[in-house]
């Protein structure tokens, strides 16, 4: 089973600076199969970016997602108020599932 | 545009079978290469993928949850379901269910508490 560790945790920015989330699977990742949510209290989960860079519909442009192997990372480029959430990985492999454990950006 | 939207009762006792349902609107599950699933989140914390079903057949499930899960199709109601035998404290947690393709996950239903309790 693939395992996806996030990293930070929690990263405390302010709205206009860049936050650059992290995920590292512990064996290689298809980045076909590498996607990124954003979750916010009381709501779904909710895709950014699919096929490791590909953003989804209706997806801001200054969310960027990018990596390969067992590297992938999630770039705001300028944080909007809105964007303050739980970030989640998901990696699809071998008929199996796994999401990272979060990162929070907090204010 | 689907909609997915999950159904249940929201209290399970210990030792019995959490069932909830998934019914999808605005299209017929049956398109190939599509799959629908269930992810639950406990309180405060992250997402765990339960298990998901390939419509044109195929399930496949969390190793982590030891056989306890079944996840089945109705294609007559544009439903699939999820049951969860020999339930714990543990499984206390909201429930969503969602579809997809290539490996992702989209669109989520919104959601539904289930709390396992006596």
């Known amino acids: 089973e693939i395992v996806l560790t996030q990293s930070p945790g929690t990263l405390s920015l302010s709205p206009g600076e860049r936050a650059t989330l992290s ?85 | 545009q689907l909609q997915l939207q999950e159904s249940g009762p929201g209290l399970v006792k210990p030792s019995e079978t959490l069932s909830l349902t998934c019914t999808v609107s605005g299209g017929s599950i049956t398109r190939s290469r599509y799959y629908g699933g269930w992810v639950r989140q406990p309180p405060g914390k992250g997402l765990e993928w339960i298990g998901s079903i390939y419509f044109s057949g195929g399930t496949y499930y969390n190793p982590s949850l030891k056989g306890r899960v079944t996840i089945s199709v109705d294609t007559s109601k544009n439903q699939f379901s999820l049951n969860l035998s020999s339930v714990t404290a543990t499984d206390t947690a909201v429930y969503y269910c969602t579809s997809g393709f290539a490996g992702w996950f989209d669109p989520w239903g919104q959601g539904t508490q289930v709390t396992v309790s006596s």
């Open chain 1, 23 to 107: 995920c590292r699977a512990s064996q290689s990742v298809s980045s076909t199969y590498l996607t990124w949510y954003q979750q916010k209290p009381g709501q779904a989960p909710r895709p950014l970016t699919y096929g490791a860079s590909s953003r989804a519909t209706g997806i801001p442009d200054r969310f960027s997602g990018t990596g390969s192997g067992t590297d992938f990372t999630l770039t705001i480029s300028r944080l909007e108020p809105e964007d303050f959430a739980v970030y989640y990985c998901q990696q699809y492999g071998s008929s199996t599932w796994t999401f990272g454990q979060g990162t929070k950006v907090e204010i």
